[in-house]
């Protein structure tokens, strides 16, 4: 279902004439992570926070 649901958003995006599109998946989610690269997706950036 995941897989359908990335395809149709792509292709959505695509007719919308987007450029590029971006998802969030938390470091702790390796799954998650995994999931979109093997959509095409690639990390560009880390965010890093710490709890006051």
């Known amino acids: 279902m995941?897989?359908?649901l990335v395809a149709g958003f792509m292709?959505?995006?695509k007719e919308q004439q987007?450029?590029?599109v971006d998802v969030t998946a938390y470091a702790s989610n390796p799954?998650?992570?995994k999931?979109?690269?093997r959509?095409?997706?690639a990390a560009k950036?880390?965010?890093l926070e710490a709890q006051l």
């Open 2 to 4: 995941g897989a359908r």
């Open 11 to 13: 292709t959505w995006a």
């Open 18 to 20: 987007a450029r590029r």
């Open 31 to 33: 799954d998650a992570i």
């Open 35 to 37: 999931f979109y690269e």
């Open 39 to 41: 959509h095409g997706f």
């Open 45 to 47: 950036s880390v965010t």
